[in-house]
């Protein structure tokens, strides 16, 4: 890039589309929502937080219902309700009327107070212009300061640090971004924010026996029918052949019974074997849209990919599981479906399942249902032979009952024949049916417990996520790593930069976001544009920041001078998103978008989304940035001593506030 600032040079590719990878509602935790009947001091808290969290409007909003309104007045608050009342912006941008609510707190703080003394050095950087000595006066007086105080004071006085001790102020608000930016373990907790609750295990049930009355019916006619009629032949034979004729009888019952129970575990095998094996054969069907079931085939889809085996051929992995994704993909789908719930709320069990087939498959034990569904030969043969004993034993009976009645025991052989078959079968369905839903039973009950662990380890991995004011607080000090560098990259001091701007916007194509229920949303990959305004013209950086490794890259230099402005604004599109455009005399304007409306949550989760891209809005930095370059395209460089003149009225009116606020 040119870094000359003879002409205009922008980048006009930053209009691209931005694309929410994923996204996720935390909530509700009660950080920016007072309760239905708030007490002063929790009113103040919630202020509090929000101040910290970047959102200064909802803060001023809250601090000043807590202290103004219910007359929750201590050097605690009027600090606050001071900072919240600076913060993000000039003194031009503070309106009289909010300057006259510290009007309401004359002489609530006393000198010997422990907040005293941050409220007087607040009056002190609005007001000083010192000399020489002016650092070490000022650097005393934030070493008399907590640590909390002082990082508040260099957060929200940002735009105030314009004294001949500024260079020394920012060395050490740069000192304790150093310090804090890694700070709480950011490298290895970041990332759990964008995480969404996730949902609890689950399985799909199983299946009903499905009996109809119809059945049972058939069951015990024919069962007694069959009892009656080989009841008859036995009698009849009972006369012809005595004893054994009885214990022909009992070899009937006897290998019937085996029979039909080696018949029932012969069934039951191979019709679950083959209910396996179809699963096997399915083929993952394609679906499109952006609906629940869309979005878990992509899950599916990216973790068979990734979670290929060690030294696998990815295609002939993907191409022998066809058939388990899609079983499993559609389990998913059928047992989270009717809660609408995020998508990403499930993505745990879908890496849980996809870990499981790849850790079986490599080991050699997808199939391994195959062999253990097997129907082992004595199975066979005990359901054969018992058969064949039973048919002896009933064919002897019949030639005994012939000797005594030829006519009627041959009819009620055939009858008899008919009625135990027709019973043996439908028994054997009814058993097999009873077996086949305790076996289901069982498997789901293990699966069960093998995915409630799975969800148990994934939330004790998502215990210590960081809370919203720890994400803010790693932002800010991201922005103060970036005005370090660009200081040093353009070898600028402090008193070289007459204003500076930030804007903060998603970093395309792909990023994940989260937010607190009431908070703003907070994003994976951010591009940062910052704006300085030298007496040479306006130097912008744009960089892409990696929240989660904080970390820089694709840093962009551009330059031009303040009569190359043509117009700054921000578009709000019908859908919620906001873009801002800078448009340059030379060139295509400089376009980013800020804020993305909703794309992967439910309305059920996101009750107010409008008021979530609104708070994302504030928190971006696009108010001061606007302020200024609006003022810079409006009166060029002249912009900037203008401002000065015409914040001295303001100045006085708050530093006569301030100084009110002391007994």
């Given amino acids: 890039m040119n870094d000359s600032p003879s002409g205009p040079t922008n980048l006009a590719q930053d209009s691209a589309n931005v694309a929410v990878q994923a996204e996720a509602i935390h909530g509700p935790v009660n950080v920016y929502q007072v309760a239905a009947a708030p007490s002063p001091e929790e009113t103040f808290e919630v202020g509090l937080n929000s101040l910290r969290a970047g959102m200064a409007p909802e803060a001023r909003e809250h601090i000043r219902d807590a202290v103004v309104l219910r007359n929750y007045v201590n050097g605690h608050s009027c600090f606050y309700l001071l900072l919240a009342l600076l913060s993000g912006r000039t003194l031009q941008q503070v309106p009289p009327n909010e300057i006259a609510m510290l009007r309401c707190v004359r002489g609530a703080v006393r000198d010997d107070d422990e907040w005293a003394d941050a409220i007087k050095l607040v009056d002190h950087l609005l007001t000083s212009r010192p000399p020489e000595g002016g650092a070490a006066d000022i650097e005393q007086e934030l070493q008399k300061l907590t640590d909390e105080q002082r990082n508040d004071v260099l957060q929200h006085m940002e735009m105030f640090l314009d004294s001949s001790a500024e260079d020394a102020l920012w060395a050490r608000a740069f000192d304790a971004a150093r310090s804090d930016r890694r700070a709480k373990d950011r490298l290895r907790r970041a990332w759990k924010f964008f995480q969404p609750e996730p949902i609890g295990a689950r399985v799909r049930p199983a299946d009903p026996v499905l009996i109809g009355l119809g059945t049972w019916t058939g069951a015990t006619a024919t069962s007694a029918l069959a009892l009656a009629t080989v009841g008859f032949i036995g009698a009849t034979a009972w006369q012809h052949s005595g004893t054994a004729a009885l214990s022909a009888l009992l070899a009937l019952a006897a290998g019937c019974y085996a029979s039909v129970r080696s018949g029932v575990e012969w069934r039951c095998r191979k019709e679950r074997r083959q209910a396996k094996d179809r699963e096997d054969l399915r083929r993952p069907a394609t679906t499109r849209g952006d609906g629940f079931a869309s979005k878990i085939d992509r899950q599916f889809n990216h973790y068979f990919a990734l979670y290929t085996p060690r030294d696998a051929d990815q295609a002939r992995w993907l191409s022998e599981t066809a058939g388990v994704r899609r079983a499993l993909r559609d389990e998913v789908v059928t047992i989270y479906r009717e809660s609408t719930v995020n998508a990403k709320r499930v993505a745990w069990l879908t890496r849980y399942l996809v870990a499981d087939v790849a850790r079986r498959w490599q080991a050699g034990k997808l199939w391994d249902y195959r062999k253990e569904l097997r129907v082992p030969l004595l199975v066979k043969a005990m359901c054969v032979l018992a058969a064949i004993a039973a048919a002896a034993a009933g064919a002897f009976l019949v030639w005994s009952g012939a000797h005594v009645s030829l006519l009627l025991v041959s009819l009620a052989a055939l009858v008899a024949v008919a009625s135990v078959w027709s019973a043996a079968r439908v028994w054997l369905r009814i058993v097999a049916e009873y077996r086949r839903h305790s076996a289901d039973k069982a498997e789901k009950e293990g699966l069960l417990a093998g995915r409630q662990e799975a969800f148990d380890r994934w939330k004790r991995k998502l215990a210590d996520r960081p809370d919203d004011l720890e994400m803010a607080r790693w932002l800010e000090c991201d922005r103060k790593a970036l005005m370090e560098q660009a200081m040093g990259l353009y070898r600028l001091k402090r008193q070289d930069v007459l204003a500076h701007a930030f804007i903060e916007a998603p970093a395309t194509p792909f990023y994940d976001r989260a937010r607190v229920e009431g908070g703003p949303w907070r994003y994976s990959k951010y591009k940062i544009l910052l704006f300085l305004l030298t007496k040479d013209g306006v130097r912008q950086l744009t960089v892409h920041l990696d929240f989660q490794k904080a970390t820089f890259r694709s840093r962009a230099r551009t330059n031009y001078r303040y009569d190359a402005f043509t117009s700054v604004q921000v578009a709000e599109t019908d859908?919620?998103?906001?873009?801002?455009?800078?448009?340059?005399?030379?060139?295509?304007?400089?376009?980013?978008?800020?804020?993305?409306?909703?794309?992967?949550?439910?309305?059920?989760?996101?009750?107010?989304?409008?008021?979530?891209?609104?708070?994302?809005?504030?928190?971006?930095g696009l108010g001061n940035a606007l302020h200024v370059l609006e003022g810079v395209a409006a009166e060029g460089k002249e912009w900037i001593a203008f401002e000065r003149q015409r914040e001295k009225v303001p100045l006085a009116e708050v530093s006569k506030a301030v100084n009110a606020i002391f007994a």
């Fill in 575 to 620: 859908n919620g998103e906001n873009v801002f455009e800078l448009t340059l005399t030379n060139g295509d304007p400089i376009k980013v978008k800020v804020t993305d409306p909703p794309t992967d949550v439910t309305e059920t989760e996101d009750k107010d989304p409008q008021g979530a891209s609104q708070l994302t809005l504030g928190t971006a």
